[in-house]
């Protein structure tokens, strides 16, 4: 059974950077899938922050992607997010998730329970 | 980017109602479309994947049917565990995004 669990601090400063790590039981990161970040903001809806792929390549939402990176540890089977320069608008509930891909697209076929992060001085 | 409406927002049901959830795409997304059921606290669970596949160990009362731009999640007979809301996402194309949410309800 595949498990994922988000962990890190749940409270950012306004111009510091986020950093959450998704650690992965269950299945290794490297035999396949995607891995990736999707946040939801207090009474929005879910917005996809970016992937990465098994082989280490990523690729992220335009939206964001100036202040992003995703990264993969192999050895201690899991991903990480980092989001620089965080804003009250960063405030969200944050999942990491794995995604299966197929054609040009993907989707979250596993999730984590989320880590709320709130960003405020 | 593709932009995915969902209807109703939120709805109210009794246990054993038929509730029918929309989804519209902005372009044709073929059959790339999914939904997920999301409750405060739990991980998302993935239903229906590809327009009418169903994720294993999901009740079969969830159906999904739709193609191009108009989708739809049906639950035959509502159960009291169906309170949740339910959120369609595109996986025709990156960025890939989600429906704003349908709260559903028992009465």
């Known amino acids: 059974q595949v498990q994922l669990q988000e962990s890190g601090p749940g409270l950012v400063k306004p111009s510091e950077t986020l950093s959450l790590t998704c650690a992965v039981s269950?299945?290794?990161?490297?035999?396949?899938?995607?891995w990736g970040w999707i946040r939801q903001p207090p009474g929005k809806g879910l917005e996809w922050i970016g992937s990465?792929?098994?082989?280490?390549?990523?690729y992220y939402n335009p939206s964001l992607m100036s202040r992003i990176t995703i990264s993969v540890d192999t050895s201690k089977n899991h991903f990480s997010l980092r989001l620089s320069s965080v804003t009250a608008a960063d405030t969200a509930v944050y999942y990491c998730?794995?995604?299966?891909?197929?054609?040009?697209?993907?989707?979250?076929?596993?999730w984590g329970q989320g880590t709320l992060v709130t960003v405020s001085s | 980017d593709i932009q995915m409406t969902q209807s109703p927002s939120s709805l109210s049901a009794s246990v054993g109602d038929r509730v029918t959830i929309t989804c519209r795409a902005s372009q044709s997304i073929g059959t790339f479309l999914n939904w997920y059921q999301l409750r405060p606290g739990q991980a998302p669970k993935l239903l229906i994947y590809a327009t009418s596949s169903l994720q294993s160990g999901v009740p079969s009362r969830f159906t999904g049917s739709g193609s191009a731009t108009d989708f739809t999640l049906t639950i035959s007979s509502l159960q009291p565990e169906d309170s949740a809301t339910y959120c369609c996402q595109q996986s025709y194309s990156t960025p890939l995004t989600f429906g704003a949410g349908t709260k559903v309800e028992i009465k």
């Open positions: 998730a794995r995604l299966y891909y197929y054609g040009s697209g993907s989707y979250p076929d596993h």
């Open positions: 269950g299945y290794s990161i490297s035999s396949g899938y995607q």
């Open positions: 990465i792929y098994d082989s280490g390549s990523p």
